[in-house]
Every structure is written in C-alpha cells, then in structure tokens.
C-alpha cells in the first residue's frame, strides 16, 4: 500500500516541488490550496487536490478527513502554506497582523488538530512544519513573520516531546532563501517603501536592497523538496532540519558569536 503525505499550499513554490518529489517516489499525495483552478498536477495520476485555505478552521478537518478517506491512509502532513509580512511593526494594521498569524500560525494549528487523532490512533504519522531560517534568528523589518515562525518553531519543539509516546514525529524544515513566489506575488508590506512621508522608508528601502543584492534565493524549491522528504523517510526522532547552504552559514556564525558581534554584522549588513 502507498504511504499518503497531506500538504498544504501546493499551488506554487516548495509545496509545488514537494507535491512532485512524494509523487515521483510513488507516494499517494493529497496536495490542498486555496484555488485547485491552479494545481499544475494533471501528470501526476497519484495525487488529488483539494481546496483548502488554512485560514478557515471548519474546513481543514472536513480535507484531513476527505483525503484520508479517498487514499485510505494518512502517513505525514507537511504544514507548508504560508507568507511573509514586511516592514515596520508600528505601521502593521491589525488586519494585516491577523492575517499573518492566521495563516502561518492558527493555520498550521488546525490542520495538525485535524490529523493528530488519525495519527495518534494508528500510533505513527510525521507532522512536518515549513518555518524559516527566520524561525532561527531574526532580520530587520520582518518582526511579525518572525514571530510567526519562531513560534512555529518553539510549537513543534515542544509537540515534539508530547507526540512521541504516541509513535508520532514532529520535524522541523527552516529554509533560506528560496527562488518562488515568496518574494515577489506572496509578500506583503506594511508600507509603501516609495513614501518618503513614512519615516521608516529609508529602513525597508536599505532592508529590501540587502535581500534583493544577496539574491534572496540560495536554493531551489527542488533543493527544499529533496530535505522535506528527507525529513519524512528518514525514520530518525531529528526534529530541525536547516535547509540551504545559506541558512546553514548564517545559523553557523550566530552560534560562533556573541549576541553584540552578530546584531552589529546583521546591521552592517542591512544597512539599518
Ligand atoms: N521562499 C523563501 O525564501 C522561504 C524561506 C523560508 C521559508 N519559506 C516558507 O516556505 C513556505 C512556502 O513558501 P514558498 O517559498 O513556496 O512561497 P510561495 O511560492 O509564495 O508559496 C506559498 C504558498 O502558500 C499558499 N498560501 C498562502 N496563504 C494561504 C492560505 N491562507 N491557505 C492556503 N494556502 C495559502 C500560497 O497559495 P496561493 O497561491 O493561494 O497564494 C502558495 O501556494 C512558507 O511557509 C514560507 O514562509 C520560504
């Protein structure tokens, strides 16, 4: 019988490649998003997709359940969906942090709480949460995607522990950056950086042209894809996996220095 992997926001970017990757070792996949109009899986005869927006508690059982029932099973759920929310806190409006936390945090806590009986039932099943290096370590003008991913972080540190006697593994993928839409038509601002009214348009502008000079995308979402199934074949209680050769040196240098000497590189470096 084929293994069943749940994943949320396959629609493009690293859910996208995971959907494939699972598919290509001939995993049965239920790949959600918020519009199926735009899943590109008609090749992939063994994955299904389902509309799921994670924002909408009510309706990541009813997909949990939809999916385990048409495979037949449910072995790993990959908490993928997600986005990132720029620029200074103080102009962030209480939509927009709702938002935020809706997706990247309340969303992830659904749809777990929707797979943990299955999971806890048949005493196995790994819960894989997409975080960031930003779960790891902090950047300027980024605080309200950071608090959702350091709490993402510490959520399954602490899941972790309480899942274990029930033969359920809870893992940790932080990439660096990655070439999808994160940047480009996922992210949203918290001000216009073109407004030189605002007074921390300087900030975000210098912020925005530090990520924009280093690239922003060291990996691939095939790369990220590769440590996500890692993550879930490898069979071992590992609960982080840093994924990008760039999350893994600057993760690297945080732990070789002094809390003063990283905050003054990371301001040199973003000019703020
Ligand atoms: N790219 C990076 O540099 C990077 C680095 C570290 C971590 N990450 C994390 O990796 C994950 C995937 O991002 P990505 O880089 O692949 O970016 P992406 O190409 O923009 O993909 C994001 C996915 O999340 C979906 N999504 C957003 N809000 C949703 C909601 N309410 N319900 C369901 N799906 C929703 C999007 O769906 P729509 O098409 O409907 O918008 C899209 O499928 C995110 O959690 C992100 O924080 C990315």
């Known amino acids: 019988m084929p293994k069943t992997v749940f994943i949320t926001g396959t629609s493009t970017g690293i859910g996208a490649a995971t959907v494939r990757l699972f598919a290509q070792h ?97 005493k196995s099943g790994v819960i894989i949460n997409i975080t960031s290096v930003g779960g790891r370590t902090a950047f300027p003008m980024n605080s309200l995607y950071h608090a959702t991913k350091f709490g993402l972080d510490g959520f399954s540190e602490s899941l972790w522990y309480e899942l274990a006697p029930f033969g359920i593994q809870v893992k940790v993928v932080a990439p660096g950056g990655v070439a999808t839409d994160f940047a480009t038509r996922s992210l949203k601002m918290t001000i216009d950086p073109a407004n030189d009214a605002d007074p921390y348009a300087p900030q975000v502008r210098s912020v925005l042209a530090a990520f924009g000079e280093r690239g922003g995308a060291a990996s691939t979402p095939e790369q990220i894809a590769e440590v996500i199934y890692t993550a879930a074949t490898d069979g071992t209680s590992q609960l ?20 003063a000497d990283f905050a003054a590189m990371i301001q040199q470096n973003f000019g703020v």
């Open 240 to 259: 982080r996996y840093i994924a990008g050769e760039d999350a893994q040196r600057i993760l690297g240098a945080k732990a070789q220095m002094s809390e």
């Open 26 to 122: 001939g995993w049965q996949v239920a790949a959600t998003m918020r519009n199926p109009a735009d899943a590109k899986f008609d090749d992939l005869p063994n994955v299904r997709v389902y509309a799921l927006d994670v924002t909408d508690a009510d309706a990541a059982p009813r997909a949990i359940e939809q999916a385990h029932a048409d495979f037949g099973g449910l072995d790993v759920l990959i908490n993928n969906a997600g986005y990132g929310l720029v620029g200074p806190f103080e102009m962030a409006t209480d939509e927009q942090i709702q938002q935020q936390f809706s997706t990247n945090v309340f969303g992830v806590f659904a749809v777990t709480r929707a797979a943990l009986p299955i999971f806890r039932e048949q």
